[in-house]
């Protein structure tokens, strides 16, 4: 079986923990994912998160995907950046859905380019 983890969230270890370790421990788990041919999620919340910090882990990242929400009028316009996609730069784009009762997750049918 592949390895696979998911850590939610990194905001935990950062509150707690020397921020040099905790990004020790990411570039660990990231080599033992590559080396076992695995899958490593990581969500953290980048509000108050030191820009150096941030920086060093979407260099490590494969993929880094942010997730943003902004009010038009009395609507909100939800939108997923892929800001990082490895080997695959063409993929970098800005992804704009909705999210109902009724329809769930509905992507914009406009695509726009990050």
Do not use: C
């Amino acid at each position: 079986p592949y390895f696979r983890a998911v850590v939610d969230s990194l905001d935990f270890f950062l509150q707690r923990e020397d921020p040099a370790r905790v990004v020790a421990m990411v570039r660990m788990l990231q080599a033992h994912a590559q080396l076992h041919r695995g899958l490593l999620l990581i969500s953290v919340s980048t509000n108050g998160l030191d820009p150096a910090i941030k920086q060093e882990l979407s260099t490590i990242a494969d993929m880094v995907l942010s997730f943003n929400v902004r009010t038009i009028g009395t609507d909100f316009e939800t939108s997923m950046v892929v800001s990082k996609f490895r080997n695959a730069p063409e993929n970098l784009k800005i992804l704009v859905f909705r999210v109902t009762p009724e329809e769930g997750i509905t992507p914009e049918t406009v695509e726009r380019i990050a």
